[in-house]
């Protein structure tokens, strides 16, 4: 439990989503990696309504923001790679290690998440427009094609670049579990065992759970948690 | 004019696509990075059909590659920030500087190119499709709303990150492109006039010259230019 009330890292979350969001808030990425790493942060909870102001702080009005008082950013890629300079558990000191690590970040949040991400839309928020079911069978394509390579490169090893954990897996766990999440990973086992390796490490573990305290404390009255 | 047989950093490009890809496959966004930074590189052309082992270089069977013969990476992301980490004419030395510049190409990567490239879509290879014109409201929503907040955030300013031009601004100019070729742009004069100024460095024109040159010289017999 790293959660202190005067460490000097802040991090922005949302005081309160709607149950299919919880879990899946990109502030969960940012918490576990400051738990792999071992670092001390403090949440600034938000309302579903953001001050106008906070647009200064994130453009496009999304959790979650980084502030250690030295550097202030947005983007859970550009975060963890922040918290990963910090920490040879998540980032290798030698170039290609760290590189690689890197490149699975981008291939995780280009490569993959825009293509399940829509496709996920499509059977969820979006599935009461009228185009929704014709559209499937195009973004189910796009969304297999780029899990059946991934699938394939991952192959029997445990993390993606063998044998050791980085903020490339991370990253990656975090992004399959919205194709997890929707019924996407079926033909794939060893992603959705590396899936559960991700999520059985106590780092995530820990995070979650205080992912998840916060919506208990801020549920709203009268709404199914 | 960098390209050198001999240099020791490689990346892989496409020896031929259609026109209407032409200056948008992603290996520009590499020579344009390699040409800011002064940095000497040779060209891989690879044919439509790659060779099955090709895999192994890039799992989603894409361009570019990088190999320097230190490091092997894909997903321009990444490379760009390798180049960027050798070249402060494209990454500053500073925390907050360098960081910032990481997170604008997060935020090209993942907060703007999807939305923007699934609308491009809807409009170009997907437009024959019978659910591509019922869903154009919906897309054209999401990418509008994005484009808008990014407008905001950039306003009058030269760079993202105020008077220097970072690795994030190559990232965002070259995503920018897919907008502006598609007619989404229309109502942010600030991003149009923002691509513009990319796009007249002189690294950026000896980059798109060196990229469209490989396809004149490849250009299949009975194909119109």
Redesign the interface.
Known sequence: MLLKDNAAIEVTALQWVPPFAQGMVKDLRVRWALEEAGLDYRVRLLAGQRPAEY?QDQ???QVPCFNDG?????????IL??IGEQSEALLPRD??GK??A??W???A???I??FI??RALLGGP?SD???AK??TP?FDHYAQL?LG??S??LGEKEWLEASRFTVGDLMMVMVLRIAENSGQLADFDNLAAFVKRGEARPAFRQALADHMAAFEQHQPEGVAA
Chains 1, 2 share one sequence.
């Open positions: 647009r453009p496009f009005d030295k550097v202030q950013i947005f983007e859970s890629g550009a790679q922040y170039q290609l590189f690689r890197i490149q970040m981008f291939a949040l280009n490569s998440e825009p991400q829509f979006f427009q009228e185009w014709p559209a195009t780029r390579q991934l394939e490169r």
